[in-house]
Every structure is written in structure tokens, then in C-alpha cells.
């Protein structure tokens, strides 16, 4: 990833973040003949006192995914954040001397670590689905629960999914927010974007970017 200086995340922090807000990652592999693959998938990441970082995730049995990928080889994990397209328009220096062009801000992270796959079956598999279920439904009136449903059904779901493990070897974050522009552009682009109505990045790339002020 093209990576200046000044647009590097903020801190790890930042990256923990928004991996956990934005779970659903795009997963690159390589299919039988050596091509290029990409699948959403929604991760876990699981970090413990020394030991490996983990991005743990399960795919449909009947997806090739985890056929075709050798095992232990490198995969790449794309997380993405909140972006918006930024209309020169909004820089009040353009007014004095024009010199200013579209662009977009965005941000992003990407894990690199090879990927192995959890046993068939195995407790790890469903703990993994557990975990996941837990943390996406905490923001229900009534969390569903693995329990809600018969245990035969679970039992049918899990044998038809396969669990991955990737073992995160690098984190790199990206944080395209307006950084390089000077104080009054960046208000010139807040405004901008909360002037745009309702839309689901504006307002949250608007913080972004009064974050470095």
C-alpha cells in the first residue's frame, strides 16, 4: 500500500479500532491457479499476552477459499473505514488562488499473516461462532444466543462452515483525512461534508478530521 509519511494511522490504537467497528474484511488469497481472490468475511481479532495475534473468521464449506490457498502461505486482510469524496470547492484557498483538485479521503487498515485452518468440528469453531454472535448481537434488546436454536441445527450449521486462522504478522493503517491541507481548508471540508445531508461516512470522516486540529 502507497503509504506517505503524514497520512500513517495515528496510532495502534486507531487500527484497534477500527478493525473492531468495521469487522467485515476483505480476504485475498490465491485460487488453484495462482490468481488473485477476494471474499468479505467478517473476523474476530483475538490478542493475548504473548502470544500470536489472531484474525479468526469461518466461510461457507462450499466457498473453495479453503481448498484452494495453501496452507501457511501469506494472506492479505482489508478492513475498511469512513471515507467521502472531497470537492475542492470546500477549500477556501481555492477562492484566492484556484489551485486545488477533487479528492477522497479514506481510511484503512491491512493485516498480513498466513492462514491455517481451525479443525473440523473442533470446540474452536464454535467457540469462534460464540464470540462473534455475542459481540454482534450485544446491541439487541434481546441478544440471540447459539441456545436459542435447536442443537441439531447448530449442529448442521457447523458442518457446513470452515474456520480460518490467520496469524497477524503486520498491521498497516492509512489515515487519508485532510491532514495535508491547512486549518482553514480542513473546516472548509467539515463544513462541506455536513452541508451534504445524511450520509453514513460524512459526519464520521467530518470527526476525522477535526481530530487533527
Not at 32 to 44: M, R, Y
Not at 116 to 136: A, K
Not at 151 to 156: F, K, L, N
Request: hydrophobic share 40%; with cysteine.
Amino acid at each position: 500500500m502507497y503509504l506517505p509519511r503524514h497520512f500513517e494511522a495515528p496510532s495502534a490504537q486507531a487500527i484497534t479500532d477500527l478493525v473492531r467497528l468495521h469487522p467485515l474484511g476483505t480476504l485475498i488469497t490465491l485460487d488453484a491457479q495462482g490468481d488473485p481472490v477476494a471474499n468479505e468475511v467478517p473476523f474476530l481479532r483475538v490478542a493475548a499476552p504473548g502470544e500470536p495475534e489472531l484474525l479468526l473468521a469461518h466461510v461457507a464449506r462450499a466457498n473453495a477459499v479453503w481448498q484452494e490457498h495453501p496452507n501457511e502461505r501469506p494472506v492479505r486482510i482489508v478492513f475498511k473505514g469512513p471515507d467521502a469524496y472531497i470537492s475542492p470547492n470546500w477549500y477556501p484557498s481555492k477562492a484566492e488562488h484556484g489551485k486545488a483538485v477533487p479528492t477522497w479521503n479514506y481510511t484503512v487498515v491491512q493485516a498480513s499473516g498466513r492462514l491455517s485452518l481451525l479443525p473440523p468440528g473442533s470446540p474452536e469453531l464454535r467457540d469462534l461462532l460464540h464470540q462473534l454472535t455475542t459481540e454482534h448481537e450485544a446491541t439487541q434488546p434481546h441478544p440471540w444466543t447459539m441456545n436459542d436454536a435447536p442443537p441439531q441445527y447448530i449442529d448442521s450449521m457447523l458442518a457446513a462452515v470452515v474456520g480460518l486462522r490467520v496469524e497477524v504478522r503486520q498491521w498497516v493503517g492509512k489515515w487519508k483525512v485532510s491532514q495535508n491541507q491547512p486549518a482553514t481548508n480542513r473546516a472548509g471540508v467539515c463544513q462541506g461534508l455536513r452541508h451534504q445531508g445524511a450520509h453514513p461516512g460524512h459526519e464520521a470522516m467530518a470527526e476525522l478530521i477535526q481530530s487533527y486540529d
